[in-house]
């Protein structure tokens, strides 16, 4: 959730059209294809113009490291880590993305990470109380019930 707070900052404040809309010859391989996300329901959800920060790749190390940390299995895990990787070269060779979209979205998933583990540790800290179990919850509504 906060990745995708700051990016949404990142789009309003500096929208910038990707390596395909730029004009400057990488073939267009999303558009011209059987999709078109320019037309029909799609493109009320599209925005051409959201490609700092490269959140494919925010997103890609956000799930590479909760894998590489929470997996039990090496193989798992050193797939995990190749996998933001292979969204880097797909982002970038469809026209997606510049390498510095990748890194301003990689620069992304990283002040987020450092933010939640803040957030954590003061949480921790404060010692926050569980949420009472089914029974206390419905201690009240018995009482008034008898």
Same mark, same amino acid.
């Given at each position: 959730l &906060?990745a995708?707070?700051l990016?949404?900052v990142g789009f309003?404040?500096?929208?910038?059209a990707?390596?395909?809309l730029?004009?400057?010859?990488i073939?267009d391989?999303?558009s011209?294809?059987?999709?078109?996300?320019?037309r029909g329901l799609?493109s009320?959800?599209?925005n051409?113009?959201?490609?700092?920060?490269?959140?494919h790749?925010g997103?890609a &190390?956000?799930v590479?490291?909760?894998?590489?940390r929470?997996s039990?299995?090496r +193989?798992?895990?050193? &797939?995990?880590?190749?996998y933001?990787l292979l969204v880097?070269?797909v982002?970038?060779a469809?026209?997606?993305?510049?390498?510095?979209?990748a890194?301003a979205?990689a &620069?992304?998933a990283?002040?987020?990470?450092a933010?939640?583990?803040? +957030?954590?540790r003061r949480?921790a800290?404060t010692k926050?109380?569980? +949420?009472?179990?089914?029974r206390e919850?419905?201690?009240?509504?018995?009482?008034l019930?008898?």
């Amino acid at each position: 959730l &906060l990745a995708s707070g700051l990016a949404l900052v990142g789009f309003l404040v500096y929208p910038t059209a990707p390596p395909r809309l730029a004009g400057i010859g990488i073939v267009d391989t999303v558009s011209n294809g059987h999709v078109d996300l320019n037309r029909g329901l799609v493109s009320s959800l599209y925005n051409p113009y959201a490609a700092v920060p490269s959140m494919h790749i925010g997103y890609a &190390l956000i799930v590479a490291a909760s894998l590489v940390r929470h997996s039990r299995r090496r +193989l798992a895990q050193a &797939l995990a880590a190749l996998y933001p990787l292979l969204v880097l070269i797909v982002v970038v060779a469809t026209g997606n993305h510049f390498f510095l979209d990748a890194a301003a979205g990689a &620069l992304v998933a990283g002040l987020a990470a450092a933010v939640a583990a803040l +957030l954590t540790r003061r949480a921790a800290a404060t010692k926050v109380t569980a +949420l009472p179990t089914q029974r206390e919850a419905l201690e009240p509504l018995e009482r008034l019930a008898a």
